[in-house]
């Protein structure tokens, strides 16, 4: 069964660092959505991107964070300088086309920011 | 006010026993909602869509009342292996005609022997 996967699993950086997410979505899946899970919550969307294509980035703290997917394949969250506050899961998720309902994540790369 | 609230629970059930979750959404506009499951430390997988007709799915039924903007999630004869987290998740479209899911906090189920 196809899967999304998702690189490191678990990162522990200093605040004031640089990190880096990866992600490979399902093939074919042309939607691909980064969320962060602080403990306790539910997923919050940070970046939607359609195909290499930013659709929605409102939540995404710009001042440190970036994401991009340049050929709309794999994708990269960075996060720089890192905050104590950025300490979370990381997940990402793909959708089928024509069928965004249904989100197939990734096993997320847990973040402690020390 | 959070667009989709839960109650976090737990909630600790014995095997065989019947339990039910809400969820309040506050976006009248919502076109589809969603129960997702999450085990401990691992991502979230869906488990069903949830129709105004409601929907059954084994031991699971779904169900939504959109006058009163409320989905529940019915389990019937826990299992142990049913013990996870039971997120809320609706669907909000935005510009662009692009789809958003909104999840809830979750509801915590711990089913015991």
């Known amino acids: 069964e196809a899967e999304v996967a998702q690189s490191p699993r678990y990162k522990i950086t200093e605040k004031s660092q640089a990190v880096a997410f990866w992600c490979d979505p399902i093939s074919g899946h042309a939607t691909l959505y980064w969320y962060r899970q602080i403990l306790g919550q539910g997923p919050e969307l940070l970046v939607q991107f359609q195909d290499e294509s930013v659709v929605d980035d409102s939540q995404l703290p710009k001042d440190r964070f970036s994401a991009e997917r340049l050929k709309g394949v794999d994708s990269t969250l960075k996060i720089q300088p890192a905050e104590l506050g950025d300490s979370a899961m990381y997940l990402c998720?793909?959708?089928?086309?024509?069928?965004?309902?249904?989100?197939?994540f990734g096993p997320g790369t847990r973040l402690t920011v020390t | 006010r959070k667009e989709v609230e839960q109650d976090p629970g737990p909630f600790n059930v014995p095997e065989g026993a019947t339990v039910a979750f809400n969820c309040t959404y506050s976006?009248?506009?919502?076109?589809?909602f969603f129960w997702y499951r999450q085990d401990c430390r691992k991502e979230p997988k869906l488990l069903m869509s949830?129709?105004?007709s409601g929907n059954e799915d084994g031991r699971f039924t779904a169900q939504l009342n959109r006058a009163s903007q409320y989905i529940s999630l019915l389990i019937r004869d826990s299992k142990l292996s049913d013990s996870a987290t039971y997120l809320c998740v609706v669907n909000d479209m935005f510009s662009g005609g692009y789809n958003k899911l909104i999840f809830g906090a979750g509801t915590r189920l711990a089913v015991h022997p």
């Open positions: 949830v129709y105004s």
């Open positions: 976006n009248s506009a919502s076109q589809s």
């Open positions: 998720a793909s959708s089928p086309p024509h069928n965004s309902y249904e989100q197939y």
